[in-house]
C-alpha cells in the first residue's frame, strides 16, 4: 500500500554507504509539513499576532530558547549520529547564520547561540536538506534519544542499540498523547556492559540484555533525573520482550502523563512522581496499563521493525592489516601519539579497527565548542578515515567510529594540526560545563571561566594521565545541566549575596555503579575554586593505594581527609 | 465556533457551566462533573442529552456506569500546557470504550488541534478571538504520523 508514497529518497554520494537511518518519501515529507508549521508560527510572532508568551510554547517545541542575549537554537542529532555531509551543514549553518561556531550539548545535540528569529525557518530548511531538524529538543516532551557513543562498533557491546533508538525516536516524534507532559521526558538506550550512556539518570532508561535463556530483551528503569534533586533510577522491569517496546513505553508516559504532579514545574519530574507514588504502585500502574494494550496494535509491525533494522546494518569493513611493531614503534617515540592512544582510541568490533575520540576540551577552550572550521576538518577526517561517520558525546566530545589501527598516527597529526587532538578523555580536564552565567538566563554563576581556569591548571598530560580516570562536571545553577551531581568531582555554582560561589560534591558517577556526590562543605570564591580543585587531587594521590582510581580511593576513605584538606581542620 | 475532527466548523449551541449556585437546570448545557454526580436523578429526568465537563483533575472512573447515557464529554483545558485531556481523551475511547461525543473546551491552543482529533476527540470549542482559519490550518498541518494513536489513520501512518 505505501509503496509509491513512501519510496525511499536518492541516497547522496557521500553518505549511502553510511549504516545510519535515511529518509524515504515519508520522512521527508514529515519533516517539510513540520517546518512549514513553524515557519507560520515564526510570522505569526513577528507580525505581532501572538505575543512572546503565546509564542514560547511553540518555539519550545521546536528547540528554539530565549536565552540572555539571543535566540539559541538546538538541533536533534538522534542518539549522536552524524555522517559528513550532515557535519558540513551544520558548518555552513554556524558561518551563515550563527558567529562561526557551535557547541555540543550533552544530550548528543548542537546548539547555536547566535541566530536571528526569521532565519530560523531557513536554517531548519538546510537542516532537512541533509535528513535532520530540530524537533522536541525543548519543550514539556520527549526529547531526543541517547545512547552509547560508541554503539554499534563497541568491542563490548551485545547488541547495537541505535535501531531501537530510530524506533523510539519515531514513536516520540510529534506523539499526539505526550507532547504537553508535566515536565520534559529523556530516554536513554544502552547495549554495552558498560554504561556509556548514564541510563541511571533519565526519565526512563533502558539496558539491552540477555536472559538466562539467550533471548535478548530490555531491563526498564524509571525515575532517574539530575536537577534540583538527582534520583537514580528504579528498576520497573527486569525483562521485557523486544517486541512490546512501544506499548510499554506508552504505558510508563500515560501514567506519567495523568498522574505526574502539574502543581510545581520543582516537583513535574517522574522521578518526583516515581518517588511520592512508590515504585512497587506506579510499576502496578504501569503493568495494568500495559496489560490492556499489548497486543492492542500499539506495537511496532515486525515488518516496519525490520524496516529500521535494515538501516544499520554494518559496512564490510576492507580488511585492515598494519605493522605491530612500528606502530609500538611510534608510541614509543611520540609521547604525544602514547597519550592519545592510551586515553582516545578505544577497540573496535572489527579486528585492525579502531574507535578515536575527538576531545572538544582544548587547553583554556570552551567544552563542547567547536568552530566551523574544526567541524568542515572533522567532516573530511571522517571521509577519508572513518567511512564518513562521526558521532556525538554526551560527553560533549566527537567519535569518529572506524578508523584502521595503521591510519591512526597519520589521524593523529592531521587532528593535532586543527586542535582536534587533545588527548584528555576521561581525564580530568575533559570537562562538562554548561554554558552558565555567559549566556543562560537560568545559571547564577559562570561555568564556562571555571573549566577554562581548570583546564589551564592541570594542562600536563603526565600529570594528568598519574591521576587518571576522573570526571570533572560543572553546573552554573541548581538544575544541573552539566551533571555536577554525578561527577567524580562536581561543581555547583551559585549566587551567594550576589557574588559567585562554588560548591563542591564528590564521589558521584554516571557509570553502572551510579551513585550521586556528595557536598564536601562550604563553597569556593572564583578566586579559590581551582586552588580547592588541586587540594582534591593532592590528597586523592596521598591516600591512593596502588592501582586505586579517584573514585574507588574516595569511597574507600570517604569524605574525612578531603574536608582536613580543603578546610584546614585537623 | 466549533471546529470538528472532519474539517467543518459549527456555532457552539451549547453553554458551559461553571457555577451551579444560582443556575437553572436546561438543555444545551454542558454541566459540571460533580453536579452531574450529586444530581443524577433530576439531570436523567429532566433533559434529553445527558452533557458533561470534566476537568483535567478529575477521575474517569467515577463516570464508568453512566457512560452509555451521556451524550458528550467535555475536557476542560485550564491552561494549553496541562495534557492530561489528550490522556484521557485516549482513556475514554480505549479503556471505557466510550462512544459519545467527545469534546475540548478551555483554552487549548491551535498547534493542538491535530493531536486532540488524534487522541479521540470530535471537536473543539475554539477559544474566543481566535482564527478560525488558523485552527483550520493547524487541525490538518500533518500528513504524515509515526505512531499508532487512538484515532488511527491507516493510510497516513507507517503501521
Redesign the interface.
Known sequence: ??KDVFAPAAPSPVTQNVNMYKYDQ?DD??IK??I??FR??VT?RLSG?ITED?FK??RLQNGVYLQLHAYMLRVAIPYGQLNSTQMRTLAHISRKYDKGFGHFTTRQNIQYNWPTLSDIPNILDDLHKVEMHAIQTSG?CIRNTTSDPFAGVAADELVDPRPWCEIIR?????????????RKFKIAVNGADHDRAAIAYHDIGIQIIKNDAGEIGFQLFVGGGQGRTPVIAKEIRAFLEPKYL?SYLDSIL?TY??IGR?DNMYKARIKITVNETGIKEFTRLVELEWN??KD???D??EA?KQRIFNHFTLPDFEKSEYDKVAYEQLKQDNNGFDYFVKHNVFGHKEDGYSIVSISLKPHGGIPGDISADQMDIVAQLSDDYSLSEIRATHKQNLVLPHVKTGELYQLWQKLTDANLAPANIGLLTDIIACPGLDYCNLANARSITIAQMISERFDDLKRLTDLGDLTLNISGCINACAHHHVANIGILGVDKKGVESYQVTLGGSSFKDASIGNIIGPGFSVEEIVDAIETITNTYIDQREKGENFLTCYRRVGQTPFKEALYNVA | MLLNKDGSNSKNLSTIIHDTEDFTLHNDQILPLDYWLKNKAEIKQKLNRIVIWVNSDEDLDSLKEDLPSISLIAFNFPK?????A???A??LR??YEYKGHIRAIGSP?A??A???F??GVDSIDIPNGQ?LE?WT??SK?????????EQ?DL?HS??
Open positions: 500500500m505505501y515519508f515529507t514529515f509539513q513540520r512549514e508549521q507560520s508560527q505569526r499576532h503565546e510554547p511553540l514539556n519515531q514513536w516520540s516524534t510529534l506523539h499526539p498523547e505526550f507532547a504537553f507532559l508535566p512501544l500515560r502523563n495523568m502539574r490492556r494494550i492492542n496494535g500499539f511496532l509491525p516496519e | 494549553y500546557g496541562d495534557g492530561r489528550f490522556s484521557m485516549h482513556l480505549g479503556k491552543i498547534d493542538q491535530q493531536f486532540l488524534r487522541c482564527s488558523i490550518t493547524e498541518r500533518m500528513s504524515r504520523f509515526y505512531q499508532r494513536s488511527n493510510i507507517r503501521y
